[in-house]
């Protein structure tokens, strides 16, 4: 597996190895070893994936920016198995001195690439291909009480969505999202 870090400390993105032949293809999505390895912890260190979970999604919709706050946060273990998408996560980590900075990914069924998104970060994606089904994995379980969303399009934080590569002025939407708060009234990580 290669691993790619960001000038962001914790995230990565995680490339398995592919094995193919004439019959198709074959690799790893899930290896707590070497999930592990390049966290750079002991297996027993490593987050505990407690939760899978599975979208579809049509062209041109945004999910996010998701995240849970203590006691329930959540990692995230991201890839898309069907399509492609833009994925995002922002630094939430009020003491990170990346703080309120992105990044932007390009994850699809074609690249294979695994984004791990940390406690502390929120996530979001908008969907490039006609359908893009995306699973992850989750570290905590999903708490109603300690979800929270921002706003994607939050001028402090200046992501920039390929929205004009799909031809749109704006993202279809949950209406939770839509009115999700802006950066500055968010709750935040310590």
Known sequence: MEVQSFSIEGPLLLTPSLFSDQRGFFFESWNARAFAAALGVSEAEAPIFLQDNHSLSRRGVLRGLHYQLPPAPQGKLVRCVAGEIHDVIVDLRRSSPSFGQSIGERLSAENR???????????????????????????????????????????????????????????IQSEKDANAAGFAAAELFP
């Open 113 to 171: 690439r695994i984004l791990w998104v940390p406690p502390g970060f929120a996530h979001g994606f908008l969907a490039l291909s006609e359908s893009a089904e995306v699973l992850y994995k989750a570290s905590g379980l999903w708490n109603r009480s300690c979800e929270r969303s921002i706003l994607w399009n939050d001028a402090t934080l200046a992501i920039d969505w390929p929205l004009a590569a799909l031809d749109l002025a704006s993202p």
